[in-house]
T-cell receptor, first 116, second 111 residues
Framework: GAVVSQHPSWVICKSGTSVKIECRSL??????MFWYRQFPKQSLMLMAT?????????EQGVEKDKFLINHASLTLSTLTVTSAHPEDSSFYICSAQDILNTGELFFGEGSRLTVL | EDQVTQSPEALRLQEGESSSLNCSYT??????LFWYRQDPGKGPEFLFTLYSAGEEKEKERLKATLTKKESFLHITAPKPEDSATYLC????????????FGSGTRLQVQP
């Protein structure tokens, strides 16, 4: 099946620094990718929809200047957490839709961010 | 606004003890209802997509069913390796392509 790869799988950073997370669709093209955030024992909350070649669409309450999303190619989207603070510590998960084939939505393995 | 409610929040079964997980939903035109399995510290793993009421899908010990208001994930004779969180999600026809997720059911199967 289709594979979505996320990197890094975990990262620890100091407060005030920026962290970039990559999401790649390995064997299919994805014009749209989605970024979710998940707190312990809670569900996935959509942060933004990443559109290839255009600006991302952010959900209400998500700061677009803090969570920068770039979708420069049909196989890569990046999420940059700028000036990270401890409250940004979370599990970030990307997903991509195999629109041209099955239409199924596949998820990456997630990235655990810990801000000290 | 699409909404998904899963129950129970947690479920503990003995190996071989069959049971069902519930997913109730409200959506503006169902594009699809999805079941995922999530292991701790991992991303969700796709299990099933159901598109219309009355549809059923099976995979090994799992069977998913769909009505106009809810979906069930039936687990027959579960094994310890079935322990995971099972997530239900819906996609609507509002133009929003992202899925709306329920909070999941944490399943623990004891040997």
């Amino acid at each position: 099946g289709a594979v979505v790869s996320q990197h890094p799988s975990w990262v620890i950073c100091k407060s005030g620094t920026s962290v970039k997370i990559e999401c790649r669709s390995l064997d299919f093209q994805a014009t749209t990718m989605f970024w979710y955030r998940q707190f312990p024992k809670q569900s996935l909350m959509l942060m933004a929809t990443s559109n290839e070649g255009s600006k991302a669409t952010y959900e209400q309450g998500v700061e677009k200047d803090k969570f920068l999303i770039n979708h420069a190619s049909l196989t890569l989207s990046t999420l940059t957490v700028t000036s990270a603070h401890p409250e940004d510590s979370s599990f970030y998960i990307c997903s991509a839709q195999d629109i041209l084939n099955t239409g199924e939505l596949f998820f990456g393995e997630g990235s655990r961010l810990t801000v000290l | 606004e699409d909404q998904v409610t899963q129950s129970p929040e947690a479920l503990r079964l003995q190996e071989g003890e069959s049971s069902s997980l519930n997913c109730s939903y409200t959506v503006s035109g169902l594009r699809g209802l999805f079941w995922y399995r999530q292991d701790p510290g991992k991303g969700p793993e796709f299990l099933f997509t159901l598109y219309s009421a009355g549809e059923e899908k099976e995979k090994e010990r799992l069977k998913a069913t769909l009505t106009k208001k809810e979906s069930f994930l039936h687990i027959t004779a579960p094994k310890p390796e079935d322990s995971a969180t099972y997530l239900c999600a819906v996609g609507g026809n509002t133009g929003r392509r992202a899925l709306t997720f329920g909070s999941g059911t944490r399943l623990q199967v004891q040997p």
